[in-house]
């Protein structure tokens, strides 16, 4: 008997990565770059956005510099119509941008709250209403959670929520805009980047009680998360939608 096997790639689609310019959504860009697919890496300041496009180029993808905020539905839209314009369509949007606050459950303000909720979670559905209407049959999204959004982690509180919101919306958005469009979420662990190198560094107390728990004996890279986006934006998997795929190392499973 004979089998088919789908290829997990990315080859050949358009993908957009907003917050695509730092962190896991960087990687992820370049990622999908490298393995053949053309993509558009966006955040709200000019200069990594210049900067990650000129990475991209180098890996052979065609790009554009276009610059967005979530909190902004109009330079979402714009970026959706720079998409169109300049790879003739969008396959694949990924939503990497972040925001955090580290305070307590009673000390954290209302201006706080709202900030971390309006980038994390408000904006993952203003990404998601800009670009579904444009998006083909075969479009996936691909959302950005965190262990947070099950796990108690001290003084991440609006963090936390955000998270637990965004694995609710994957959900929530995957039965409504199935059957043309898949949606999932990636839930990454203790992953370094350089904005937590110094707080996961070698010889830490963080560092040494998360390599000491997880299976792996040790935090996770930023590029460690691209097979999984590249996964669930690839035709490999068409027949998941509404999922979110844990990549930390075994962490959350394991006993103290």
């Not at 770059?33 to 052979?60: H, K, M």
């Not at 902004?72 to 941008?97: F, K, Y």
Request: with cysteine; glycine share 8%.
């Amino acid at each position: 008997m004979e089998y088919a096997h789908t290829p997990v790639t990315v080859a050949g689609k358009r993908a957009v990565v907003v917050g695509g310019t730092s962190g896991i959504g960087q990687a992820i860009a370049c990622g999908f770059a490298a393995d053949g697919a053309d993509v558009i890496a966006t955040s709200r300041r000019e200069t990594p956005v210049e900067e990650t496009a000129n990475a991209l180029e180098e890996l052979g993808a065609t790009t554009a510099r276009v610059t967005c905020d979530v909190t902004d539905r109009d330079s979402l839209e714009e970026v959706r119509s720079v998409a169109e314009s300049t790879l003739g369509g969008v396959d694949i949007v990924v939503a990497s941008q972040g925001a955090i606050s580290r305070e307590t459950v009673c000390g954290i303000g209302d201006e706080e709250w709202n900030r971390v909720l309006e980038v994390a979670l408000t904006g993952v559905r203003k990404v998601t209403q800009a670009f579904a209407p444009a998006m083909e049959e075969d479009a996936s999204f691909v959302f950005i959670s965190s262990l947070a959004a099950r796990l108690s982690m001290a003084n991440l509180p609006a963090y936390s929520a955000a998270k637990g919101g965004v694995e609710a919306f994957t959900r929530a958005a995957a039965k409504e805009l199935a059957p043309e469009i898949r949606v999932n979420a990636i839930a990454p662990g203790f992953v370094l980047t350089p904005q937590n190198a110094e707080v996961y560094a070698e010889g830490t107390a963080k560092r040494k009680a998360i390599d000491e728990r997880a299976p792996l004996e040790r935090v996770g890279e930023r590029e460690e998360m691209v097979g999984a986006a590249v996964f669930l934006a690839s035709d490999a998997a068409s027949y998941v939608t509404g999922e979110t795929l844990t990549v930390d190392g075994g962490f959350a499973d394991s006993a103290l």
